[in-house]
């Protein structure tokens, strides 16, 4: 996955795409283009195979004849090895794509009586490289000819020479060579292909065997320099190029509900992030499984795929348990919705895990995967080497944004908040499960140790297993004691027989100030009545006495106006 | 370019092939050598092929021929393969298993095995 300026592309060597999956992106396109390439290793580390799908893809992927040199195995040994790969090389045989000349050396039969030179192997690739017009040639492996060929110093010059020959004919060519003591290859065939050099290794570690390639070297071009996993399967020989990932994935801010709505509501109301890692680690039982198939359900309903890796337990046995708690899995599995990778972690080495884990995400593309539970990868390397596998298929998930759930065991009695093989940091949510034994039972707990990047309760949750999923419950705490299941209940009743007392105390409370109210509002009424009273007599009174001195002043003038008074 | 050089055959035959790619010095010293070897060891007894590659190409990989000069012997049974250009003349006698006073018994009894 190198990214390569378009002027360095101008200038840099042409390449010959192998179509040997990862193989193509390490070396930054394929084999340096019309000059040897070695392909060094011990016995079984597939060297003839990589030499046959180079032939075999190069005829019917791209298009270009080969001719394959085969000193160890006749034609017909070779296409049987390889149809159980899925190549047809019988049929590119008869379609004059391919020629597969078997050249055989018997020591026994020879005699050398003097000087020779190695003419007839040039003639006889020669000839089978024009009658086909071929672009690519194997030669597999050509050490034979110094166990064949009494005179090294004879070998040796020719063999310069036909490396010399097969780039003046602007072939690429792969040549194999048996890995030696202290020597890439036992009879030093490096010192004479130098552009490009692929070491391929198996080794067996704790009885489990993992197959690397490695580029020792390339000249004129950038190429990944780790080793790399590498796997032969049904459909040949593919490179796990994962460790050149790096972190500039995009990253998204879409939300994926988990299934289970108290819990999105926990994780800031609306759930994972999209293309985010989740970790959910607890002890036995604690229902990680549950909580996982609980996403895969939810993921599967919205119509998307999920991808669910189990190294603990079979996928009938997933789908039996789960429709136990409401989880109608088989209904995803036989829409293609949901595919079940259930695999014993002992079968093969981390690497192998890895490399089989992206080949069926590349294939199956899903938008959420599983990984149930990564702890019994202890079984197969150490916690490093497990972390550094997880991180690769952290990037890799990143890169595709595909949703991850983790799920780890916690060995009863360590740590809670210590995952088993410490991948917390690669992770950006923790649910941790744990359950709390009180009064004679244990329950379910659930909390939220971390969710990067959102607001999250920070709130412990009782989860129950219904026959309709997965409930939160609100877990009672109090005085330093967690009350959960029928502690729960009790509290539960306590509580509500307490709110009862208080409310039936504030109604009798109510009441007597209501009386009280109603008393004083009388007396008020009784009290207003008098004072309009006493206010209308005193008005009263006042408007007599007017009229009276109203007449007592008519009365005088009349009596004026009768004396005749001045 | 076949050179046939064929006397009556007893019953023991020898039947030699040659296989050269054009004339070079190695090539025809090969030829001369061999000649020389027949005359002197297998006189009447001996039939010669040369075959060059250069113009026959395809013929190289019945015989699995690399080696240039090889000299094939194809009879009497088993097959021999001679590389070189036939120089050490003990050791092509060896190697053609070709004894200086050769004298077959009545036993003797070639198959001819065809290739």
């Given at each position: 996955m190198q990214t390569q300026s378009p002027a360095k592309k101008l200038t840099g060597i042409a390449k010959c795409p192998t179509g040997i999956r990862g193989l193509d992106e390490i070396t930054d396109g394929g084999l340096p283009k019309g000059r040897p390439t070695l392909i060094c290793g011990a016995a079984g580390c597939g060297k003839t195979l990589l030499a046959t799908e180079f032939i075999v893809r190069g005829a019917s992927e791209f298009n270009e004849p080969g001719v394959f040199m085969a000193f160890e195995e006749t034609g017909k040994e070779l296409a049987d090895n390889v149809a159980s790969l899925g190549f047809d090389l019988a049929s590119l045989i008869r379609h004059k794509k391919v020629v597969v000349d078997h050249v055989r050396i018997e020591r026994s039969e020879i005699e050398e009586t003097g000087e020779y030179d190695l003419e007839g192997l040039f003639i006889r690739l020669g000839a089978a490289i024009d009658g086909i017009g071929a672009k690519r040639v194997v030669l597999d492996s050509i050490e034979e000819l110094f166990a064949g060929l009494p005179n090294q110093a004879i070998v040796r010059s020719e063999l310069r020479r036909l490396f010399l020959w097969l780039k003046d004919k602007g072939v690429t060519a792969v040549i194999t060579g048996e890995q030696g003591e202290k020597t890439l290859t036992r009879h030093g065939l490096e010192e004479y292909i130098s552009d490009c050099v692929i070491f391929l290794d198996h080794r067996v570690n704790n009885q489990i065997a993992t197959r690397r390639l490695r580029i020792v070297k390339y000249r004129g071009s950038a190429h990944g320099t780790n080793e790399y996993p590498t796997l032969i399967d049904q459909q040949g020989l593919s490179v796990l190029p994962i460790s050149s990932l790096g972190l500039n994935y995009p990253v998204s801010t879409e939300r994926v509900s988990s299934g289970i709505s108290r819990l999105d509501a926990m994780l800031g109301g609306k759930g994972y992030f999209k293309g985010s890692s989740i970790l959910i680690s607890g002890t036995a039982g604690s229902g990680k499984t549950s909580i996982a198939s609980a996403f895969a359900n939810s993921v599967c309903?919205?119509?998307?795929?999920?991808?669910?890796?189990?190294?603990?337990?079979?996928?009938?046995?997933?789908?039996?348990?789960?429709?136990?708690?409401?989880?109608?899995?088989?209904?995803?599995?036989?829409?293609?919705?949901?595919?079940?990778?259930?695999?014993?972690?002992?079968?093969?080495?981390?690497?192998?895990?890895?490399?089989?884990?992206?080949?069926?995400?590349?294939?199956?593309?899903?938008?959420?995967?599983?990984?149930?539970?990564?702890?019994?990868?202890?079984?197969?390397?150490?916690?490093?080497?497990?972390?550094?596998?997880?991180?690769?298929?952290?990037?890799?998930?990143?890169?595709?944004?595909?949703?991850?759930?983790?799920?780890?065991?916690?060995?009863?009695?360590?740590?809670?908040?210590?995952?088993?093989?410490?991948?917390?940091?690669?992770?950006?949510?923790?649910?941790?499960?744990?359950?709390?034994?009180?009064?004679?039972?244990?329950?379910?707990?659930?909390?939220?140790?971390?969710s990067r990047g959102m607001d999250h309760s920070n709130q412990m949750r009782e989860f129950v297993l219904t026959g309709n999923g997965i409930e939160l419950v609100d877990v009672y705490a109090g005085l330093g004691t967690v009350y959960t299941g029928a502690a729960r209940l009790s509290q539960k009743a306590r509580d509500e027989a307490d709110a009862l007392e208080r409310r039936q105390t504030e109604e009798r409370r109510q009441r007597d100030l209501d009386m009280e109210r109603r008393s004083l509002q009388a007396q008020l009424d009784a009290l207003q009545t008098r004072l309009a009273n006493i206010t209308a007599e005193q008005e009263l009174g006042l408007s007599l006495e007017k009229q009276r001195d109203d007449a007592g002043q008519r009365a005088e003038s009349q009596m004026a106006r009768a004396r005749k008074a001045d | 370019m076949s050179k046939r050089k064929a006397q009556q055959p007893e019953n023991d035959r020898w039947q030699l092939r040659l296989y050269v790619a054009g004339q070079t010095p190695k090539s025809i010293a090969a030829m001369s050598n061999l000649k020389r070897l027949c005359e002197t060891h297998l006189a009447g007894r001996y039939e010669i092929e040369v075959i060059d590659l250069l113009t026959n190409p395809k013929l190289a990989a019945g015989d699995q021929i690399l080696a240039i000069p090889t000299l094939v012997r194809t009879l009497p049974a088993p097959v021999k393969k001679i590389i070189g250009d036939l120089s050490d003349e003990v050791r092509t006698l060896v190697g053609l298993d070709v004894r200086p006073a050769f004298a077959p018994d009545a036993s003797w009894n070639p198959k001819v095995i065809a290739l």
């Open positions: 309903q919205r119509g998307g795929r999920c991808l669910y890796w189990s190294s603990e337990e079979s996928p009938g046995q997933i789908v039996r348990d789960m429709a136990s708690i409401g989880f109608d899995l088989d209904r995803h599995v036989r829409k293609n919705l949901l595919r079940f990778h259930s695999i014993r972690p002992t079968l093969y080495g981390l690497e192998n895990h890895l490399v089989v884990l992206h080949k069926m995400v590349t294939e199956f593309r899903p938008d959420a995967l599983i990984m149930d539970p990564i702890t019994n990868l202890t079984a197969v390397g150490n916690d490093e080497e497990i972390k550094g596998m997880l991180t690769r298929v952290i990037d890799f998930l990143k890169n595709e944004g595909i949703t991850a759930i983790f799920t780890s065991l916690t060995a009863g009695g360590t740590i809670l908040e210590q995952s088993e093989v410490g991948v917390s940091s690669l992770m950006d949510a923790w649910l941790l499960l744990s359950m709390v034994q009180s009064a004679s039972e244990r329950n379910r707990v659930l909390y939220l140790l971390k | -």
